[in-house]
T-cell receptor
Framework: DTGVSQDPRHKITKRGQNVTFRCDPI?????LYWYRQTLGQGPEFLTY????????KSRLLSDRFSAERPKGSFSTLEIQRTEQGDSAMYLC???????????FGPGTRLTVT | QKEVEQNSGPLSVPEGAIASLNCTYS??????FFWYRQYSGKSPELIMS????GDKEDGRFTAQLNKASQYVSLLIRDSQPSDSATYLC?????????????FGKGTLLTVNP
């Protein structure tokens, strides 16, 4: 059983560029979450999918952010027109619907210069 | 009032001692509580979950929950240098929350050989 995987692990981009991250959840996990973590803080919820349906988005997720989970498998998180304030670790987690425990992937560290 | 507060660190204990990590939360309807361990530069790793009042033991770890006092703690017995990490307390706000986790800022634990 492989864990949650994320790609890329690190991304450096210039302000104004678009970036896309991918998350592959644990096989058969139907819930998928995206969180963002900045230095010295705990992860903050961004958005949540149950299967392919995006059921909730945080107010942290501005219009520049979009997430998809086609076919209820992997998910992508896109940030358009990146800003320096977007620099953070972007974490993906997954869980079964009947089980509360969420398991995190290794994260994608984004640096916007 | 912050939703989750963890005892301010850093916490330093000698090898072999008991490390005690504490967390208070403000939402009385919170049902499920979790402790994650996060090594520097890595993603959070789930180490304990607790849903009912009382103690739950798993190896060297014991989680304690007191819903009346809105308090959850983690005890690490026989602390090892490999336990040195940031420990994050997290919970679900309520059953209608889509089970998104709310995290504290974490407590940095250092176990000295």
């Amino acid at each position: 059983d492989t864990g949650v995987s994320q790609d890329p692990r690190h991304k450096i981009t210039k302000r104004g560029q678009n970036v896309t991250f991918r998350c592959d959840p644990i096989s058969e996990h139907n819930r998928l979450y995206w969180y963002r973590q900045t230095l010295g803080q705990g992860p903050e919820f961004l958005t949540y999918f149950q299967n392919e349906a995006q059921l909730e988005k945080s107010r942290l997720l501005s219009d520049r952010f979009s997430a998809e989970r086609p076919k209820g498998s992997f998910s992508t998180l896109e940030i358009q027109r990146t800003e320096q304030g977007d620099s953070a670790m972007y974490l993906c987690a997954s869980s079964f619907a009947e089980v509360y425990e969420q398991y995190f992937g290794p994260g994608t560290r984004l640096t916007v210069t | 009032q912050k939703e989750v507060e963890q005892n301010s660190g850093p916490l330093s204990v000698p090898e072999g001692a008991i490390a005690s990590l504490n967390c208070t939360y403000s939402d009385r309807v919170s049902q499920s509580f979790f402790w994650y361990r996060q090594y520097s530069g890595k993603s959070p790793e789930l180490i304990m979950s607790i849903y009912s009042n009382g103690d739950k033991e798993d190896g060297r770890f014991t989680a304690q929950l007191n819903k009346a006092s809105q308090y959850v703690s983690l005890l690490i017995r026989d602390s090892q240098p490999s336990d040195s990490a940031t420990y994050l307390c997290a919970f679900f706000q309520d059953r209608g929350s889509n089970y998104k986790l709310t995290f504290g800022k974490g407590t940095l634990l250092t176990v000295n050989p």
